[in-house]
């Protein structure tokens, strides 16, 4: 939700937009989100930071049409074609850098718990 919330602010900020709220415009990103990303499978356990990068592509790519197609019934037309491209490239780049993120930060605290750990267990005192 975060990603799609940072990419609004962006958006709004950039068009100096002052209609509706930061809230109102990420709602079909995060709602488009939130019915995709289960499905297919950008919740499943990765195995790698390129690995946890592709497992949400179809997820993005998805929830980027649906919340472009929630977008456009909301406002009564829909968005111009750059719009959907930006979306996209946008979102992409904003989620796959998150996810990147976090698999290096989890895998990090992950290995460094198991030393940890292994080093507790394996004390010959």
């Known amino acids: 939700a975060a990603a799609f919330a940072v990419f609004a602010a962006i958006g709004r900020s950039s068009h100096s937009s002052d209609e509706g709220s930061l809230l109102a415009?990420?709602?079909p990103f995060m709602?488009?989100?939130a019915l995709a990303a289960p499905p297919l499978?950008?919740?499943k356990d990765r195995t790698s930071?390129?690995?946890a990068l592709r497992q949400?592509?179809?997820a993005v790519v998805a929830a980027v049409l649906?919340?472009?197609t929630l977008r456009g019934l909301t406002q009564d037309?829909?968005?111009a074609p750059p719009f959907w491209v930006v979306s996209l490239v946008a979102n992409t780049i904003l989620l796959g850098g998150w996810r990147m993120i976090y698999f290096s930060v989890v895998e990090r605290t992950s290995n460094a718990l198991?030393?940890?750990a292994k080093a507790i267990v394996d004390d010959d005192d």
């Open 114 to 116: 198991d030393e940890f």
């Open 77 to 79: 037309h829909m968005p």
């Open 25 to 27: 415009t990420a709602a």
């Open 66 to 68: 649906f919340g472009c």
């Open 31 to 33: 709602l488009a989100w």
């Open 56 to 58: 949400i592509m179809p």
């Open 49 to 51: 930071a390129l690995q």
């Open 41 to 43: 499978g950008a919740y």
